[in-house]
């Protein structure tokens, strides 16, 4: 650290003049002058000094070139103090520092308090051009970090107005990087392209800072378009910009940027050091921000390796520190990893009600629709195993009224027929057997019709050259889910080296009995059209127990292969084979009674129900169990 004195207890305008000439270059070196333990360590109650700015100049040389100090935080707290003491223009950059140090280290929240504040003291009223373009600036910072990105790009239009007719060229700069931004975040790549192309930024009025930060929106915006080589250009020229900025916190981000890249590009090895630079810096500091990143894109990494199964532990930290903190938004915000991490997140149960809200809110769209995943905000879901329910918005939907029987119907049908391209002269012969030509035309458009209305979504059903399709994306189906988890299990099984402890297997399973609570459309499973998928699913239902209880066998985990052949039997009570593979589980543990009690009762069902006699085999075991008595 360089030990140039400043002369604290002359003109403080000094240390604010080197302070501010050095940010506007971006050049975070240039503030080491500024913090030498004497300045540091100076009382600012001398009445040699002027308090208010010897405290804005402290916190902002320490928040951007050694966020680690350990008296951040308390020039932080005096410069808010003294914040109503500055003149407008230089109260405002003060906001906006405060409000990237609350958000940085886990209190994005005060921001309301502060705009709050600056508002009481009437300075959006104020008529001079470069106060209200600063005004701007922070309201737009913190919509940002909302994620607000809609009422964000609003006020970025207004204060581009209002820069426009002054020609307040100098703001340009600034004004675009924030346009492209919040452009990114409402996922608008025509009007980001737009505003892009309009930009002509110039990097010198940004300084280093400001040119690693727009070399990051370039990163995404390749990203974006899975441009991978544009995208690993800018995002190494934003981190060599950011290195020679020497601000650690910004730093960080970028290098966190870069990471992504090199994960979307499958090169782990490259991505490797660059977080371990993050991560040293979030320890570091003690960001909270940072240490959620970090987390998130541990997590991450571990899901773009495809090692197997994903470490909670990440996955829990960095959405409880979200939750914590209120984080919903960040500089490098990517659709792409944090639709996958959601979707991690709400399959293990972590932070649903936080993890949907963000869903929602951010608008995340995965690029197939997580069938699988219950927890999902799904628009529309249906349970259809053992009973029929219907959530709309996550509120049930009774079809007690004459007016939505008719409904209810189609959608039963159409589920039961596999629900995607369904011919409705398929759905019309089940529902309107008798009627025939145009009357059975007409009674679907119109049963379609209130069906929709019942759904509250025109969208949810798509009818294509009279073909009726639910849309994946907004209609869950318990039973799609099932088969989709069904269908992973069997990858497992057939492969299982991949597996070696059966964990991913005995997690799969949990979550398809979870999804199993009985037969397609339970008390309605009489009706001819519904007994095709429901004997379907019983029948995987029944293999899957017995594949996994037979894995189980083999890992010899009796206790475990027991519980699965009494689930089997739950399911079918006459499958003799389950009997079978019950009694040499017990014999395993060697609970011979128990083995006994098995073969009495497959003797008992199989006698009552078909009047048959247990099988060769069974009676071996038998016979086996009464010479070991």
Same mark, same amino acid.
């Given at each position: ?429 089940? &529902?309107?057997?008798? *009627? #025939?030509?145009?009357? %059975?035309?007409? =009674?679907? !458009?119109?049963?379609?019709?209130? +069906?929709?209305? @019942? ?29 989709? &988890?069904?269908?992973? *299990? #069997?990858?497992?099984? %057939?492969?299982? =080296?991949? !597996?070696?402890?059966?964990?991913? +297997?005995?997690? @799969? ?121």
């Amino acid at each position: 650290m360089i030990e140039t004195a400043i002369p604290i207890d002359g003109n403080s305008a000094i240390l604010a003049e080197m302070v501010e000439g050095a940010l506007a270059r971006g050049d975070c070196a240039m503030l080491d002058p500024c913090i030498t333990d004497a300045v540091c360590e100076h009382s600012i109650s001398s009445a040699a000094v002027s308090p208010q700015h010897i405290a804005a100049s402290m916190f902002s040389a320490l928040f951007f070139r050694l966020p680690h100090h350990p008296q951040l935080a308390a020039w932080a707290e005096r410069a808010r103090d003294g914040l109503d003491t500055l003149q407008q223009p230089e109260r405002l950059i003060l906001a906006r520092r405060l409000l990237r140090y609350d958000i940085f280290f886990g209190r994005p929240a005060r921001g309301a308090l502060l705009i709050d504040r600056l508002q009481a003291q009437g300075i959006e009223n104020s008529p001079l051009p470069a106060v209200q373009i600063q005004w701007g600036l922070l309201q737009s910072m913190y919509q940002d970090a909302l994620g607000a990105h809609a009422e964000c790009l609003e006020t970025i239009h207004k204060v581009q107005e209002i820069a426009s007719c002054q020609s307040a060229q100098s703001w340009s700069s600034a004004l675009h990087v924030m346009e492209i931004n919040a452009y990114l975040g409402l996922g608008d790549m025509e009007g980001l392209r737009r505003a892009w192309e309009a930009a002509r930024v110039n990097p010198v009025r940004l300084g280093f800072l400001g040119t690693a930060y727009l070399h990051q929106l370039a990163t995404q915006m390749a990203l974006a378009d899975d441009n991978l080589p544009l995208a690993l250009e800018q995002a190494e020229a934003a981190l060599s910009v950011a290195t020679r900025a020497g601000a650690p916190l910004f730093q960080a981000l970028v290098c966190l940027s870069a990471v992504e890249v090199h994960l979307e590009r499958g090169v782990p090895e490259a991505a490797e050091p660059v977080l371990r630079q993050a991560q040293d810096i979030a320890y570091a500091t003690g960001s909270a921000q940072l240490a959620c990143l970090c987390a998130f894109m541990r997590t991450y990494y571990v899901l773009k390796l495809r090692t197997g199964t994903i470490p909670e532990g990440d996955l829990r930290l960095g959405f409880g520190l979200a939750h914590r903190h209120g984080y919903r938004n960040f500089s490098w915000w990517s659709p792409r990893m944090m639709t996958a991490l959601c979707i991690k997140a709400l399959e293990q149960g972590v932070h649903v009600e936080y993890v949907q809200g963000l869903v929602n809110a951010r608008r995340l769209v995965p690029m197939a629709p997580p069938v699988h995943v219950e927890h999902w905000p799904w628009p529309v879901k249906v349970y259809t195993l053992g009973r029929f329910t219907l959530l709309v918005g996550n509120q049930p939907v009774h079809g007690k009224r004459k007016a939505q029987h008719k409904p209810l119907e189609l959608f039963k049908t159409l589920i039961a027929q596999g629900g995607r391209d369904i011919g409705e002269e398929s759905l019309t012969s089940v &529902l309107w057997p008798d *009627a #025939e030509g145009d009357a %059975a035309r007409t =009674a679907f !458009d119109t049963t379609l019709h209130r +069906l929709r209305k @019942l759904l509250g979504n025109a969208q949810a059903l798509i009818l294509c050259d009279r073909k009726l399709s639910l849309d994946p994306c907004i209609c869950w189906v318990d039973s799609w889910a099932f088969e989709r &988890l069904l269908s992973e *299990a #069997e990858t497992i099984l %057939a492969n299982p =080296a991949a !597996d070696p402890a059966g964990d991913a +297997l005995a997690q @799969l399973t949990q979550r398809v009995q979870a999804l199993y609570h009985g037969p397609f459309l339970g008390k309605e499973s009489d009706a001819a059209w519904a007994v095709s998928l429901r004997e379907r699913l019983r029948s995987r239902f029944l293999r899957h127990i017995v594949s996994v209880a037979a894995r189980c066998q083999q890992l010899h985990r009796w206790e475990q292969a027991i519980e699965y052949y009494r689930k089997g039997l739950e399911v079918d009570d006459l499958a003799e084979q389950l009997y079978q593979n019950l009694i040499l589980c017990h014999l395993r543990l060697g609970q011979r009674s128990e083995a006994l009690s098995v073969y009495r009762q497959c003797r008992f069902m199989l006698s009552v129900v078909l009047g048959i006699s247990p099988g060769p085999a069974t009676e071996a075991l038998y016979q086996q169990l009464r010479i070991n008595r």
